[in-house]
């Protein structure tokens, strides 16, 4: 099998994934056993019967199962994700997604980038180092630093960065840069909206946005750090141990050459899929994470949407989540596919 | 059987026996092993009974029509009262100095030092059962079994012999010891000091005289909420004497009960739930490996479409919906998080544990068994299933530790468990805006607890993983050992 039909099955996998999960969220959502209309309307609306009946219209429950199931999943497979009931009640959802998303975003890039330049450059450091101390303190710390939950993790750091003055001895609001309304919050991107490269050319605007988001990002992307810390040294380790490196050396490569060329590109493969898999945990752990640091994203919008009984509207955020997951997934067979040549030949 | 040399007749012989003719034969060391066994499990006998009663209390409670939970519920009262070694009514902590001496603790001890006695005894009781138990697969090594060596023998040496491993083992040890004998351990009871503390009344000492109040209007004054004033901290007494090892919650209630409580319940939730999912992914996992095809295509479908959902957000978005259903009250909503639990994590196991099925599917002792005319139901029991139990403890282990955060992380958002039940996650919560005050107790310590139970939990993965077969070194199934990203 070559790549090309091995990536064209991963591709068209996706459709039937695509399709079950959102037709089991829709039974969830609608034949679980809360009535939706019910519960998107208050106390005292809900003993009125016409807004009642008026919801159940509106969310179609009084049509048969089937053709409401048909309707919805034809209206979100064409982007139209409806309105909101509780939450910022009557606003378009699209809109809201448009107005959330990037904030989740930007915190996801964050978090896989501190996770990639702090976890791996870690384990790679552990492994070429194999069984001294150094080693040893890395690899413990970072399994420590994969058991600790994030939500923890991010009631403690934020504690500290708000009374950083008192404990830290700087304070970190106006730590190099200022930040005005303190740690939690929202990240200001609304300069770059519509125009992306504001990215770079406004870069006092993209630094403030950075710190805001940094010590989310932080706790976010611990868990991967420590995983992609481990995942490192071990391919490290294995990269070492192959009969190529014994040639390199006995031709009398430099050891820089050694290190850099041949054994630190080849650990990288393994380690492709391990940072796209941590994306998943991202999306979760955003939930908790959002909630802590008050970041308005697609996580807290979720969590909200889901105590106050918007079913609804969890239903929609689901379809959007499962497929951002499904175009990460495509985003790393495409990456590995490209990285590893013998993608596609072991499967076969 | 002439051909045989005589060592091996022997054991040609002896297999023939059954272990009961070999135990007669025999019988000393067995007969020391089961008397320190009784005499283990007799001085718990009582509460052991109170436990399994009170468990079926629930059980007939909880299921619509079926006999008559009053009756079992006395019968677990009766237990109750049968006297135990290790109960706080033997080692009692919770005393008061009367102007001259403790009144009604342990020899008349400080309430913490009885308190610290009653632990050491229960964590002594509990390694001491663990390591009779071990002795006892010792000793049926040596003097029943007829086989001298099993490739089992070598699995526990390498375990014996792997530190991180046996760490692992300890500290999980210990969290299982701390939610079995959760009542036995804490300070106080959940019912005097959690659940209804205005229906019972303490004594102490007002410093000219003894008083009594009632237990709620105690915690009033010993809240733990950020300032000097209000503020009781690990180990130390608040103003009506109650020794507080872990300190008290912003409630005023001590949190090493609440603790001590929470775990069994996070112990409860997590064995469930990897239990039953380990049960769908390895029927699936054999299923996939000994068809394959379509059957495996339509599992891998299956099971992508489940992950294709985040983990936690799908938990959350379940837990709402099953909130107010009769399968949401069982057990304070554990029965149904433990549920979801299995229903959205079976997909990551099943993704590790068919590799080594496929593997197993491809050996030639499954295609004899084929062409004998064995069933596959016989053929993926007996000849498979084996093969891969190993690989079950090794991502069960790693799951639970997952499972642990996620549930926490749940309580934590006001999800999952109901909020009376004490839960870990929910201690963390409570304590959010005191983490850098002097009530930094109340989100450190539990928050420290988790890290160091998943810690073991991983650990103790690893150590197997590494025993039955240092080999490998996969770091499959990780994903699954976070809870989703809580």
């Known amino acids: ?348 | 059987m002439s051909s045989l040399t005589g060592s091996e007749s022997v054991l040609a012989e002896a297999d023939a026996d059954p272990l009961t003719d070999r135990l007669l034969a025999h019988p000393r060391p067995a007969v020391i092993w089961g008397g320190v066994a009784a005499l283990l499990l007799l001085v718990e006998a009582g509460a052991l009974a109170e436990v399994s009663l009170r468990l079926l209390a629930d059980l007939v409670g909880a299921l619509p029509g079926v006999g008559d939970a009053a009756s079992v519920a006395a019968l677990a009262d009766a237990a109750g009262g049968v006297p135990t070694l290790l109960s706080r009514e033997t080692i009692p902590n919770q005393g008061y100095w009367n102007g001259s001496a403790y009144v009604g603790t342990f020899l008349g001890l400080q309430p913490a030092w009885a308190w610290l006695i009653r632990v050491a005894l229960v964590y002594a009781y509990a390694f001491a059962c663990l390591l009779w138990v071990y002795v006892g697969f010792e000793w049926y090594r040596t003097h029943y079994r007829v086989a001298d060596w099993t490739p089992r023998d070598d699995t526990v040496d390498r375990l014996r012999g792997h530190r991180w491993g046996l760490f692992g083992l300890a500290v999980v040890f210990m969290f299982v010891t701390m939610a079995v004998f959760a009542p036995a351990l804490g300070p106080t009871t959940v019912d005097q000091n959690l659940a209804n503390p205005y229906s019972h009344q303490i004594s102490y000492w007002t410093g000219s005289e003894v008083a009594t109040s009632p237990v709620g209007d105690a915690n009033l004054g010993s809240r733990s909420q950020g300032n000097a004033q209000t503020n009781v901290g690990p180990w130390s007494y608040d103003d009506f004497g109650r020794f507080h090892p872990f300190g008290t919650l912003p409630s005023g209630k001590d949190l090493f009960t609440f603790i001590a409580a929470g775990s069994r319940i996070s112990l409860v939730i997590g064995l469930l739930s990897v239990g039953l999912s380990a049960g769908v992914a390895t029927v699936f996992a054999l299923l996939s490996a000994y068809y394959k095809g379509r059957v495996d295509d339509g599992l891998i479908l299956l099971s992508d479409s489940v992950m294709g959902m985040p983990q936690l957000l799908l938990l959350i978005m379940l837990s709402v919906v099953l909130a107010g259903t009769w399968i949401g009250n069982l057990y304070s909503g554990a029965f149904v998080l433990a549920l979801i639990f299995a229903g959205t994590g079976w997909p990551y196991m099943w993704r590790s544990l068919r590799g080594p099925a496929l593997q197993v599917s491809e050996q030639e002792w499954v295609d004899a068994a084929r062409s004998f005319g064995q069933t596959p139901g016989t053929i993926m029991r007996k000849h498979m299933l084996p093969y891969i139990t190993g690989y079950l403890l090794i991502y069960g282990s790693m799951t639970l530790g997952g499972a642990i955060i996620a549930i926490a992380g749940l309580s934590f958002l006001g999800l999952g468990v109901d909020p009376p039940t004490p839960e870990w996650g929910r201690a963390v919560n409570a304590g959010q805006e005191y983490v850098t005050t002097a009530s930094w107790h109340i989100s450190l310590i539990p928050g420290a607890l988790i890290t160091l139970v998943v810690t073991g939990f991983n650990a103790m993965g690893d150590g197997i993983r590494d025993a039955i077969d240092p080999e490998s070194d996969s770091a499959e199934g990780e994903a699954g050992g976070r809870g989703g990203g809580a």
Do not use: C
């Open chain 1, 1 to 348: 099998m070559s790549k090309w039909r091995y990536l064209g099955k991963r591709l068209l996998m996706s459709i039937p994934v695509l399709w079950l999960g959102t037709s089991m969220t829709w039974f969830i959502i609608f034949q679980g056993p809360i009535d939706p209309a019910a519960n998107v309307l208050s106390n005292t609306q809900t003993q009125n019967t016409e807004r009642y009946e008026a919801a159940r219209e509106q969310l179609g429950l009084n049509r048969p199962p089937l053709e409401h199931y048909l309707d919805w999943m034809a209206n979100l497979f064409t982007l139209d994700l409806g309105q909101t009931w509780l939450l910022y009640p009557g606003s378009n959802v699209n809109a809201l997604v448009m107005d959330f998303l990037p904030r989740t975003v930007w915190l996801g890039f964050w978090s896989v980038l501190i996770a990639v330049f702090v976890g791996i450059p870690l384990g790679f450091y552990a492994g070429l180092r194999s069984n001294t101390l150094a080693d040893y303190l890395a690899s413990v710390s970072g399994i420590v630093w994969r058991a600790m939950p994030n939500f923890w993790l991010a009631v403690i750091l934020l504690s500290l960065l708000v009374s950083s003055e008192t404990l830290l001895g700087f304070d970190w609001d106006t730590f190099l840069i200022d930040l005005p309304s303190g740690v939690t919050g929202n990240p200001q991107l609304s300069y770059m909206a519509g125009r992306p490269w504001a990215l770079l050319t406004q870069p006092g605007e993209t630094l403030a946005a950075t710190k805001k988001i940094l010590p989310a990002a932080l706790v976010l992307g611990s868990a991967s750090m420590g995983n992609e810390m481990r995942i490192g040294r071990t391919a490290v380790l294995e990269t070492r141990s192959q009969k190529y490196i014994d040639l390199a050396k006995a031709k009398g490569v430099s050891d820089r050459a050694l290190v850099w060329k041949h054994i630190l590109r080849n650990a990288l493969v393994p380690l492709v899929p391990i940072i796209t898999s941590e994306a998943f945990l991202l999306i979760g752990g955003s939930v908790l994470v959002e909630s802590v640091f008050g970041i308005q994203g697609m996580g807290f919008l979720f969590f909200k949407a889901a105590i106050q009984g918007d079913l609804p509207l969890v239903g929609t955020l689901m379809f959007v989540f499962i497929v951002l997951m499904l175009v990460i997934n495509i985003a790393q067979d495409i990456l590995y596919t490209i990285i590893d040549p013998r993608v596609g030949y072991e499967e076969a």
